[in-house]
């Protein structure tokens, strides 16, 4: 069963949320996300409806890596994968930190673009991983081919540390730490208690 496990209202394009992902129910959806030519780094372009199941059931499965489906407005829109980078993808290729947490995102294919999605999404995204005041820097590694993400990430804050060479890619190593993305942004991440926690 999914549930919504954030929400945010982006001042311009309105309502987003996350939902955790169903492996079985979500394969269909993601199969149409991962193998149009615009999700080209990720990697998927090949494959079929059985082996986007597999895959995300093995994330699902995974201790250390999740994904979820993006809303805005109620219908399902992006991809977002949470996971831990000293664990998998970077193990040993990076210096890792306490607090460190991997991302991807993955926007679906629009017929007609809305300008300034992806900004929101990725700003929606990070705001998810700040929102657990456990997080203290969000690591990525997106093609050094990808220059759109690069603008992207550095709108919302990364500064590049570096290429890393994957077994997959040459990777652009990037980090963003919870004052350098508020610093970008204008947004506060401080997590305040709820008011049914809040002392009496």
Same mark, same amino acid.
């Given at each position: ?14 309502? +987003?949320?996350?939902? $955790?992902? =169903? ?43 999740? %994904? +979820? ?8 829109? +992006? ?25 991807? +995102?993955?926007?679906?294919? %629009? ?11 990725? $700003? ?63 947004? =506060? ?12």
């Amino acid at each position: 069963m999914t549930a919504v496990v954030y929400r945010r209202v982006d001042p311009r394009l309105g309502g +987003f949320a996350l939902r $955790t992902l =169903d492996p079985d129910a979500d394969a269909t959806l993601l199969h149409g996300w991962v193998t149009h030519p615009k999700a080209a780094y990720w990697l998927m372009l090949d494959a079929d409806r059985a082996r986007v199941a597999a895959e995300y059931r093995r994330i699902h499965e995974h201790p250390h890596h999740d %994904a +979820f489906v993006g809303l805005w407005q109620d219908r399902s829109a +992006f991809l977002a994968e949470r996971y831990d980078p000293a664990r998998i993808e970077l193990v040993g290729l990076y210096d890792a930190a306490e607090g460190d947490v991997g991302m991807h +995102f993955l926007c679906a294919p %629009a017929e007609t673009p809305v300008h300034g999605f992806t900004l929101a999404v990725i $700003t929606t995204v990070m705001a998810w991983l700040f929102a657990d005041p456990a997080t203290r820097r969000v690591v990525v590694e997106p093609d050094v081919r990808n220059t759109a993400v690069h603008a992207l990430n550095a709108a919302v804050g990364f500064e590049v540390v570096g290429p890393v060479a994957k077994p997959e890619k040459e990777a652009l190593l990037s980090v963003c730490t919870r004052a350098m993305f508020e610093k970008a942004t204008g947004l =506060d991440t401080t997590v305040r208690p709820s008011p049914e926690e809040s002392p009496a």
